[in-house]
Each structure stands twice: as structure tokens, then as C-alpha cells.
């Protein structure tokens, strides 16, 4: 936006602003690689319970593999 350069995005954000013409889709022909989404916390005993309520929400919505 604004020529500030290139940037790979979420849809969620981009939809919108493509939508508006205010934001510009480039190399569309070149599928993204595939990321992950890893929860790192240190090791051992059972984690607490607003950590353990994140990572069910994450799985949930990204589901595991």
C-alpha cells in the first residue's frame, strides 16, 4: 500500500484493501509455501490452564496435523 514495497499477507487482511483498489496483487501465479504454527513453551509438568485454553483454541482452528 502506498509503493512501501511487497509484502506476503493473510487473506483476511489483503480481501479488503484488494477489494478497494488500494492494495495490489503481485505474482499470483506463485503459490505461497506453507508454514506452520508452533507453540513453544519450556518443558515438563502440565501447562496452565489459559495455556492449555490457547493451544485447543489453535488446533482448533488451524487444526493439527
Do not use: C, H, N
Amino acid at each position: 500500500m502506498a509503493g512501501l514495497g511487497i509484502a506476503a499477507l493473510p487473506d483476511f487482511l489483503t480481501d479488503l484493501p484488494i477489494a478497494e483498489g488500494t492494495l495490489r496483487q503481485v505474482m499470483a501465479d506463485y503459490p505461497s509455501p506453507e508454514a506452520g504454527i508452533y507453540v513453544v513453551r519450556p518443558p515438563g509438568g502440565i501447562a496452565p490452564r489459559k495455556v492449555r485454553a490457547l493451544i485447543d483454541i489453535l488446533i482448533e482452528w488451524f487444526g493439527a496435523r
